[in-house]
């Protein structure tokens, strides 16, 4: 019942987001003789704040069109390289003016699967653009998968990078094969790293950055980890895991709706987006249109929500958030432990936000401690003064000061 609830309320939201957009757009009207009365400009702008926060949203497009590369202006193109039922490998082909396509090592960046699209990562992309030739792994909305397509856990997460690594393949002459892991997916990315060096995998990557990951949760533990470890499993279970409806492709799967997750991310800084809000609607009152813009294309992107697999979300809440099966040596794939002992050659990064509220300080660096196998000279540790968990991989911070670090660790062991 909670999601066809949901649906219900989206359905008369969507309608009054409509409505109020028209009245905007009427009261903004130079045509409109009412627009020039008393009040007009600021019971606009009310009604543009409200129909932007209520809008229905989709999957919202990367849009990466073009790039530059030692001061040349090339042409970027989006290839679907191999489809899966939960997920595909996409690729961003830089071409030059005669349709040369320019090469590079290759960098698989890898998005979370927590209730966002993989576009959330379109700063991350546009910046490596320049330097590598990205991959991105683009995750299904696990509504629009039909049941007869099975399950989708943590075991096939690891199975589908390994998949993708594979259909990329190491070419040693263009700086090999790297990968990137944003938030969630250092985990099962570490994971496939191991099982990968354990198997002395021909398309194991030659380095791994992990950024913001919860490796190992019990170091500076935040709120996001306490909501995980103060509810027993049988909780979640019972009151976040719903029914697709009969509307969707997915119709009878069990998922967490990424609304549910949207909700969550919005109350623990609600202070902060109100105050958004009431700077967007200032200048649109104001008439500054472009900060107003930028407010909204944030929320644009971070309102488009997905859901993923039940099994998939109960399986990481109990695997990396409750029984830290990671660092204790105890996770398993396929029926195998995974050790992460077993990397010898894969060259990894940790990076932290001095301000990261959703993975603290210590719990990505723990990597680091857990691959030791791994010589020193292959290991690197950086922490990012003042920024946040986003501000980690998108924004000035990302582009100015971790980029480069990236870069360099990809140059010195590709």
Known sequence: MLYDAYEFQRSMLSSASKMASFGADMLNNSANPFAYLGGGAVVASALEVFAHANATRGKPEFGLDRTE???REIAVREEIVLR???????????TDAEGVVQAGPKLLIVAPMSGHYATLLRGTVERMLPSADVYITDWRDARQVPASAGRF???DYIDYLIAFLETIGANED??????????????????AAAVMSADKHPSRPKTLTMMGGPIDTREAPTAVNT????????????NVIATVPGNYPGAGRKVYPGFLQLAGFMSMNLGNHMVSHWEMYKHLVQGDGESAAASQAFYEEYRSVCDMTAEFYLQTIDVVFQSHALPRGTMMHRGKPIDVGAITDVALLAIEGERDDISGLGQTKAALKLATALPEDKKRYLMADGAGHYGIFNGSRWRTIIAPVVEEFITAHG
């Open 84 to 94: 899966k039922d939960f997920g595909q490998l996409k690729r961003f082909v830089r």
């Open 153 to 155: 856990d943590l075991d």
């Open 174 to 191: 263009d700086g090999g094969l790297h990968m990137l892991a944003v938030c969630q997916p250092s985990v099962p990315c570490l994971a």
């Open 227 to 238: 909501l995980a470890t103060e509810r027993p499993h049988a909780w979640f279970e019972q």
């Open 69 to 71: 590369i030692d001061g």
